[in-house]
């Protein structure tokens, strides 16, 4: 089992940049592919990026490619989120979570989740 914390989420203007971590505990964290996803108000969690467990594999979604760099140092069991040139429709609250499946974009495919930290980028 592995407990997820993010950090790093906060109000920011357009064109900002942010950068989320996810803490994990325990001692399997680097046996776990990790993605991060989001919900904005009023719509459903959406999938944004996700690593592999050795992180050389990355996978995102087309709304954020370019702009998002996700990675991870499995010596300090911490995955990153970078988000560059950040717009209004980046308001969300972002959430990351462990699976074991290789570069998941689909939320049943993840068995453990943080309890998410809001984004807000104004315009």
């Known amino acids: 089992q592995v407990q997820l914390v993010e950090s790093g989420g906060g109000l920011v203007q357009a064109g900002a940049s942010l950068r989320l971590s996810c803490a994990g505990s325990g001692r399997t964290f680097s046996s776990y592919a990790i993605g991060w996803f989001r919900q904005a108000p009023g719509k459903e969690r959406e999938f944004v990026a996700t690593i592999s467990r050795g992180g050389t594999n990355t996978n995102y979604a087309d709304s954020v490619k370019g702009r998002f760099t996700i990675s991870r140092d499995n010596a300090k069991d911490t995955v990153y989120l970078r988000m560059d040139s950040l717009k209004p429709e980046d308001t969300a609250v972002y959430y990351c979570?462990?699976?074991?499946?290789?570069?998941?974009?689909?939320?049943?495919?993840?068995?453990?989740w943080g309890q998410g930290t809001q984004v807000t980028v104004s315009s």
């Open positions: 979570a462990a699976g074991r499946s290789l570069l998941a974009t689909n939320q049943a495919q993840y068995d453990y």
